[in-house]
């Protein structure tokens, strides 16, 4: 009995071809993006800033200790795998907006022959490069002083990062599922053929689920934001209606790879892997948790332009650095591009009965 | 007369299957017209394509004298519909559905709640669809099909599945349709259900049409009505048979002993097979004589499950 029960569980669990990608195909899939394809023989890179120079660390490369590739004074890492910190020289304010945009954890300073260590300890990621860092730092020469600055102004914070990150994150899947996988639904309840069966234009059904997801991703995002304002008093420095206007650009994009991810299927199993893997490699790989910067630089020219990271960026970017349209102007654009063209190739491609 | 659908040549293959196989067709205002054969007659590829939902690969179907092709949204206005199988939104109630239905075709909230009542679904009115039962969901797509007061209405299957009682609750609704004079295509493959509601049936197999009439057209087409069903005690000699019954159409099984006679009359036929059977001392274990039912006819149309003959 045992054995029948078992047998007929694994029959059915093997002739699920979907079911088959994701049990086996996409871990694979993830362990390659992740392992493989971002790791691999080229050692990890850290880029931490370097603000106002600092001549401990201009004596070390003068000792060989420490090498110079351009601006960057880079130090590896020994025993703890296959590290490298590149220190980059910047200006203050430029390293404080690349730590808000999350493309660097850490900024690096001297100050009275100390060296100042300057992220939030609440990033695991900050955390991660400055003991790296100063051990490494600490290999190198005889013990100096140094002291950690915790970074919580507004903005530099973990949670400033995550923040408007979650609610990109709200926007794709509020459109994923609420378009893409109820589209699906419908047209497996055969009630997409029955409601086309009416003289309903066809485009009315697109627009009401159009609507309904901007006023729902549009409540999510108000209730996230005002949640983050009591508790870590995150306010939005740039314009609200800016911010309004690329969620609706943000919407549209989802919306469009709704449709053209519902396209077709009628089988809601297919579906729901459909869903995932629209939504999870961006969850991963578009900076809503950890910036997209920890992946190799050759990646990010293409990772900062999936559209998750396009509407998280642009969030973050007008959050907390009062970004107008010129800054997030191009953004919005690809984002209203990507959602034109998926939602056109989406109609081309739609399966009415 | 004009006739409110009209199927020219139509042709519909899937691979190497004809579903429909070159059929021509008039139906007529006010006819309730039963389209009946097994699974896989073509009869939805049929109903499909008289909505639109399906084109003919050969072939013309007009309504109204006009097409899918050049007058959809018209159509669509005109006609309604039921498939095989709808489900519906899990967690709308029964006037929600029906309501969401009313706006699509134009109508107002109040035709809603006139169908509400129309298809008996006025105690379930705060009834989510999840909860219906099999025979409530069938008369909630049929107060969908209804909503914008048809003048053709096009079922597919709408009873199967459905117990007896759920199925006469659905038939009541349809009569009261018919005297709105509604034109009504009904699949099913239940004859039961064309004869209480069709006045013309169409029997359909390997994607023809085999016959074309009323009830009472088709049964007298076929000369004799009634039938005298036997099951004897001992295999029967027709060899002994007086020629009044030897010219009747007999059915034997492959025992001998058990059959059926189709008669034109058995008022007239089974006094004589009685007195024949106490001649020649067979014994009778079982009896039955009936008229005949467009079961009895498809099955001899078709030659399917039909008694072997001596």
Same mark, same amino acid.
């Given at each position: 009995m045992m054995f029948q029960l078992m047998s007929s569980q694994f029959k059915i669990f093997i002739r699920e071809p979907g079911v088959l990608f994701w049990v086996f195909g996409f871990p694979i899939l993830m362990a390659w993006v992740l392992?493989?394809?971002?790791?691999?023989?080229?050692p990890k890179e850290h880029i931490v800033a370097l603000v106002g120079g600092s001549t401990q660390l201009e004596a070390l490369v003068a000792q060989g200790r420490l090498s110079k590739t351009g601006p960057d004074l880079e130090l590896k890492i020994e025993g703890l795998g296959n590290e490298l910190v590149k220190l980059r020289p910047l200006e203050e304010s430029e390293a404080l907006s690349s730590l808000r945009r999350g493309n660097l954890e850490l900024i690096l300073e001297e100050r009275a022959g100390e060296l100042v260590y300057r992220f939030d300890p609440r990033s695991e990621a900050a955390k991660g490069v400055f003991l790296l860092l100063s051990r490494g730092l600490n290999q190198q020469a005889q013990t100096r002083p140094e002291r950690v600055e915790v970074i /919580?102004?507004?903005?530099?914070?973990y949670i400033d990062f995550l923040i408007p990150g979650l609610m990109a994150m709200g926007v794709m899947n509020s459109c994923i599922w609420g378009i893409g996988w109820a589209t699906i639904e419908l047209r497996m309840k055969k009630l997409l053929r029955r409601m086309v069966a009416?003289?309903?234009?066809?485009y009315a059904l697109f627009m009401a689920q159009f609507f309904n997801r901007v006023l729902i991703s549009s409540l999510e995002t108000a209730i996230l934001f005002f949640f983050a304002w009591m508790y870590f008093d995150i306010t939005l420095q740039g314009s609200f209606a800016l911010f309004l206007l690329l969620m609706l650009c943000g919407n549209l994009a989802f919306a469009g790879i709704a449709v053209l991810m519902a396209?077709?299927?009628?089988n809601t199993t297919v579906g729901s892997g459909l869903v995932n893997l629209v939504t999870m490699p961006m969850m991963i790989?578009?900076?809503?948790?950890? /910036?997209?910067?920890?992946?190799?630089?050759?990646?990010w020219p293409v990772l900062s332009h999936l559209p998750l990271s396009l509407l998280a960026d642009g969030m973050r970017a007008i959050m907390h650095?009062?970004?107008g349209l010129a800054q997030v102007g191009v953004k919005m654009g690809l984002l209203v591009f990507t959602g034109l063209v998926t939602f056109w190739g989406g109609l081309k491609l739609f399966k009415w009965y | 007369m004009e006739p409110v659908i009209r199927l020219q040549g139509v042709t519909k293959q899937f691979g190497k299957l004809t579903?429909?196989?070159?059929l021509n067709l008039e139906i007529y205002r006010g006819q309730f017209v039963g389209l009946l054969g097994p699974n896989g007659a073509g009869k939805t590829t049929l109903v499909e394509m008289i909505e639109g939902v399906q084109a003919p690969d050969q072939g013309f179907i007009y309504l109204f004298g006009t097409t899918w092709k050049d007058n959809r949204k018209g159509l669509q206005g005109r006609i309604g519909l039921s498939f095989q199988e709808t489900r519906f939104f899990?967690?709308?109630?029964t006037f929600e559905t029906l309501n969401l239905f009313a706006s699509l075709y134009g109508q107002p909230a109040q035709r809603a709640k006139d169908n509400l009542e129309l298809v008996h679904l006025g105690d379930k009115?705060?009834?989510?669809?999840?909860?219906?039962s099999g025979g409530q969901r069938q008369r909630l797509a049929l107060g969908v099909a209804l909503m914008n007061d048809p003048e053709i209405l096009l079922l597919d299957e709408?009873?199967?599945?459905?117990d007896p009682n759920s199925r006469r609750d659905l038939w009541e609704i349809l009569k009261k349709v018919k005297t709105r004079g509604t034109t009504l295509i009904l699949t099913t493959h239940y004859m039961e259900e064309a004869e209480a509601l069709c006045d013309r049936i169409l029997f359909m197999d390997h994607g023809k049409f085999l016959a074309d009439g009323s009830l009472t057209e088709l049964l007298s087409g076929m000369g004799l009505t009634e039938m005298i069903h036997f099951e004897l005690a001992q295999p029967l000699d027709?060899?002994?048979?007086p020629k009044e019954l030897l010219g009747l159409d007999w059915h034997l099984d492959e025992t001998g002993r058990q059959g059926h006679i189709k008669v034109e009359s058995v008022i007239l036929s089974l006094p004589l097979f009685l007195d024949w059977i106490e001649e020649r001392g067979h014994v009778l274990k079982q009896l039955q004589s009936r008229r005949m039912t467009l079961d009895d006819l498809f099955v001899s149309m078709t030659g399917r499950g039909l008694i072997e003959s001596p």
């Amino acid at each position: 009995m045992m054995f029948q029960l078992m047998s007929s569980q694994f029959k059915i669990f093997i002739r699920e071809p979907g079911v088959l990608f994701w049990v086996f195909g996409f871990p694979i899939l993830m362990a390659w993006v992740l392992g493989i394809a971002f790791s691999g023989d080229q050692p990890k890179e850290h880029i931490v800033a370097l603000v106002g120079g600092s001549t401990q660390l201009e004596a070390l490369v003068a000792q060989g200790r420490l090498s110079k590739t351009g601006p960057d004074l880079e130090l590896k890492i020994e025993g703890l795998g296959n590290e490298l910190v590149k220190l980059r020289p910047l200006e203050e304010s430029e390293a404080l907006s690349s730590l808000r945009r999350g493309n660097l954890e850490l900024i690096l300073e001297e100050r009275a022959g100390e060296l100042v260590y300057r992220f939030d300890p609440r990033s695991e990621a900050a955390k991660g490069v400055f003991l790296l860092l100063s051990r490494g730092l600490n290999q190198q020469a005889q013990t100096r002083p140094e002291r950690v600055e915790v970074i /919580s102004a507004k903005g530099g914070r973990y949670i400033d990062f995550l923040i408007p990150g979650l609610m990109a994150m709200g926007v794709m899947n509020s459109c994923i599922w609420g378009i893409g996988w109820a589209t699906i639904e419908l047209r497996m309840k055969k009630l997409l053929r029955r409601m086309v069966a009416t003289p309903m234009p066809r485009y009315a059904l697109f627009m009401a689920q159009f609507f309904n997801r901007v006023l729902i991703s549009s409540l999510e995002t108000a209730i996230l934001f005002f949640f983050a304002w009591m508790y870590f008093d995150i306010t939005l420095q740039g314009s609200f209606a800016l911010f309004l206007l690329l969620m609706l650009c943000g919407n549209l994009a989802f919306a469009g790879i709704a449709v053209l991810m519902a396209s077709r299927t009628a089988n809601t199993t297919v579906g729901s892997g459909l869903v995932n893997l629209v939504t999870m490699p961006m969850m991963i790989l578009s900076g809503v948790f950890f /910036s997209y910067h920890n992946f190799p630089e050759w990646s990010w020219p293409v990772l900062s332009h999936l559209p998750l990271s396009l509407l998280a960026d642009g969030m973050r970017a007008i959050m907390h650095e009062g970004a107008g349209l010129a800054q997030v102007g191009v953004k919005m654009g690809l984002l209203v591009f990507t959602g034109l063209v998926t939602f056109w190739g989406g109609l081309k491609l739609f399966k009415w009965y | 007369m004009e006739p409110v659908i009209r199927l020219q040549g139509v042709t519909k293959q899937f691979g190497k299957l004809t579903a429909c196989d070159g059929l021509n067709l008039e139906i007529y205002r006010g006819q309730f017209v039963g389209l009946l054969g097994p699974n896989g007659a073509g009869k939805t590829t049929l109903v499909e394509m008289i909505e639109g939902v399906q084109a003919p690969d050969q072939g013309f179907i007009y309504l109204f004298g006009t097409t899918w092709k050049d007058n959809r949204k018209g159509l669509q206005g005109r006609i309604g519909l039921s498939f095989q199988e709808t489900r519906f939104f899990d967690k709308l109630t029964t006037f929600e559905t029906l309501n969401l239905f009313a706006s699509l075709y134009g109508q107002p909230a109040q035709r809603a709640k006139d169908n509400l009542e129309l298809v008996h679904l006025g105690d379930k009115a705060d009834t989510w669809a999840a909860d219906l039962s099999g025979g409530q969901r069938q008369r909630l797509a049929l107060g969908v099909a209804l909503m914008n007061d048809p003048e053709i209405l096009l079922l597919d299957e709408p009873t199967t599945g459905l117990d007896p009682n759920s199925r006469r609750d659905l038939w009541e609704i349809l009569k009261k349709v018919k005297t709105r004079g509604t034109t009504l295509i009904l699949t099913t493959h239940y004859m039961e259900e064309a004869e209480a509601l069709c006045d013309r049936i169409l029997f359909m197999d390997h994607g023809k049409f085999l016959a074309d009439g009323s009830l009472t057209e088709l049964l007298s087409g076929m000369g004799l009505t009634e039938m005298i069903h036997f099951e004897l005690a001992q295999p029967l000699d027709k060899t002994s048979l007086p020629k009044e019954l030897l010219g009747l159409d007999w059915h034997l099984d492959e025992t001998g002993r058990q059959g059926h006679i189709k008669v034109e009359s058995v008022i007239l036929s089974l006094p004589l097979f009685l007195d024949w059977i106490e001649e020649r001392g067979h014994v009778l274990k079982q009896l039955q004589s009936r008229r005949m039912t467009l079961d009895d006819l498809f099955v001899s149309m078709t030659g399917r499950g039909l008694i072997e003959s001596p």
